[in-house]
């Protein structure tokens, strides 16, 4: 692996146990790199602790009540850190992979498994990728976060729901000139760790509401999301993303083609809607199941 001079913090949340495998396959992947791995998980989990240890010796695990999804136990950790102590921060976690619906983030359909691949792989998805990563932070004193290009995204959904919590939230650290604002949707990337320091102290887990998985929107966690991508731009430096997934493109070309031709969904006002052509040709109130 070439080398870099740049310390590395990793953090991980483990939420969902099960998807610790793919996410140890990924961190085989830096394994000849030095780093901490930090390690935030509910008690219930704690049995992975010794397994994880045993994967890399310098790790520090740490219990949080599962409170604001990846987003609460990923304060916690900078509380808990001297930021000082390192370059670039990696904020990655076992986001949902099972089967679902597609979202839709720049006009990409993204299918819920597929999410989490683009998010972490975009990362550490294989040594060239995280080498090309580290060496983009080395050479581009502008460049102040790293995440799938497929994700970085300005088109913030349910704005109504958290703009005027982003703009108290960045008030309240005391920044300014973060519009238009810009995120890594998802909240996987590699952060320089100096951009953290605004919000080191500020806020605790405590200050999320708790999680069951079920997604809330609008909540801290979600305004949290958007404003780690604000802190980068009021720091002025930039979000870029290096990755390319030929596969995903496929699918989500695939997709489009066949929603074009064809589209069967439940509007927000209850109705069952099918449009061929993306014409209507059936409208009628929902009363069972797809």
Request: some cysteine; proline content about 2%.
């Amino acid at each position: 692996m070439t080398s870099s001079n740049l310390s590395l913090a990793v953090h991980l949340h483990i939420y969902y146990p099960d998807m610790w495998e793919k996410i140890k396959a990924r961190l085989q992947n830096i394994a000849d790199y030095p780093y901490h791995l930090y390690v935030t998980m509910p008690e219930e989990n704690l049995y992975l602790a010794d397994e994880i240890r045993a994967f890399h010796a310098q790790t520090t695990v740490h219990t949080v009540e599962n409170y604001g999804y990846d987003i609460g136990p990923f304060i916690d950790f900078l509380n808990r850190i001297n930021l000082d102590d390192y370059d670039l921060i990696l904020k990655i976690h076992t986001k949902n992979d099972k089967d679902g619906g597609d979202t839709l983030i720049n006009k990409w359909y993204v299918k819920r498994k597929l999410w989490f691949e683009l998010l972490i792989d975009a990362l550490i998805g294989n040594k060239k990728i995280f080498m090309k990563n580290l060496h983009a932070f080395e050479k581009d004193k502008t460049l102040g976060m790293v995440g799938s290009k497929y994700c970085i995204t300005s088109n913030i959904k349910n704005f109504n729901l958290v703009e005027e919590g982003i703009h108290q939230v960045m008030k309240h650290l005391g920044l300014n000139n973060y519009m238009p604002i810009k995120f890594v949707a998802g909240t996987m990337f590699m952060v320089r760790s100096s951009i953290m320091k605004s919000i080191k102290g500020v806020y605790t887990i405590e200050d999320f509401m708790p999680t069951d998985g079920t997604i809330k929107d609008g909540t801290l966690a979600h305004i949290m999301e958007r404003v780690f991508g604000c802190m980068v731009t009021a720091a002025g430096y930039k979000i870029k993303g290096f990755d390319k997934s030929w596969s995903f493109e496929t699918y989500s070309l695939t997709k489009k083609i066949c929603r074009f031709f064809y589209q069967k969904k439940v509007t927000k006002t209850n109705y069952l809607q099918i449009k061929i052509l993306k014409i209507p040709v059936y409208h009628r109130k929902f009363k069972g199941q797809i």
